[in-house]
């Protein structure tokens, strides 16, 4: 054990150390990152507040007396209130009422689902007890099933009956067809 050494050899403590460069480029990006990051947040609120706002489902607009629906659709006009930001209008909108073969009440709206144009019961002489759009030759049937053109069937407004008076919603898709 004359010349012998146990010593372990020693462990250099090794501290890795930020560089200027590196802090340099970390605070930049953190305080770039931040100064997009905020307007974003904003922006994306601002383009979601819509969605996060309550519908205005289940407000009813009385339209017309019960009495004057008969089984032959008839248009129908009837003002709603529009509320866009803090511009408020009052809108006219259509509908098409009437009765099915139970005596029950039905409206659909008259905007067709092709390209929106307006379709009109009996629009056409050739397709008589048919809704037609005139723009390009789409049918419905009383029920405004799409027979041609057309991808999808004619939207319907929900119906009250209340006091002898016909009321409607807001559209939705067609859940008679």
Same mark, same amino acid.
């Given at each position: 054990?004359?010349?012998?050494?146990? !010593?372990? *050899?020693?462990?250099?403590?090794?501290?890795? !150390?930020?560089?200027? &460069?590196? #802090?340099?480029? /970390?605070?930049?990006?953190?305080?770039?990152? #931040?100064?997009?990051?905020?307007?974003?947040?904003? %922006?994306? +609120?601002?383009?979601?507040? *819509?969605?996060?706002?309550?519908?205005?489902?289940? $407000?009813?607009?009385?339209?017309?007396?019960?009495?004057?629906?008969?089984?032959?659709?008839?248009?129908?006009?009837? !003002?709603?209130?529009?509320?866009?930001?803090?511009?408020?209008?009052?809108?006219?909108? !259509?509908?098409?009422?009437?009765?099915?073969?139970?005596?029950?009440?039905?409206?659909?709206?008259?905007?067709?689902?092709?390209?929106?144009?307006?379709?009109?019961? %009996?629009?056409?002489?050739?397709?008589?007890?048919?809704?037609?759009?005139?723009?390009? =030759?789409? +049918?419905?049937?009383?029920?405004?099933? %799409?027979?041609?053109? =057309?991808? =999808?069937?004619?939207? $319907? /407004?929900?119906?009250?009956?209340?006091?002898?008076?016909?009321?409607?919603?807001?559209?939705?898709? %067609?859940? &008679?067809?």
């Amino acid at each position: 054990m004359s010349g012998e050494h146990n !010593e372990q *050899p020693k462990k250099s403590v090794f501290r890795k !150390e930020m560089s200027r &460069r590196q #802090f340099l480029s /970390y605070t930049l990006g953190g305080s770039g990152a #931040f100064m997009v990051g905020v307007p974003l947040l904003y %922006n994306v +609120r601002f383009a979601v507040d *819509p969605l996060l706002k309550p519908d205005a489902d289940g $407000e009813y607009v009385k339209v017309v007396e019960v009495s004057e629906v008969t089984q032959e659709p008839q248009s129908f006009q009837f !003002e709603r209130l529009i509320v866009d930001g803090w511009y408020k209008n009052d809108t006219t909108f !259509e509908a098409w009422i009437s009765k099915d073969e139970s005596g029950n009440i039905f409206a659909l709206s008259p905007v067709c689902k092709h390209l929106g144009c307006t379709v009109k019961w %009996n629009g056409s002489q050739d397709f008589s007890d048919e809704y037609f759009c005139p723009c390009h =030759a789409a +049918r419905y049937t009383k029920d405004g099933k %799409n027979l041609t053109v =057309a991808p =999808a069937p004619l939207d $319907e /407004y929900p119906v009250k009956i209340e006091d002898g008076w016909v009321y409607l919603s807001t559209t939705k898709p %067609n859940s &008679r067809v």
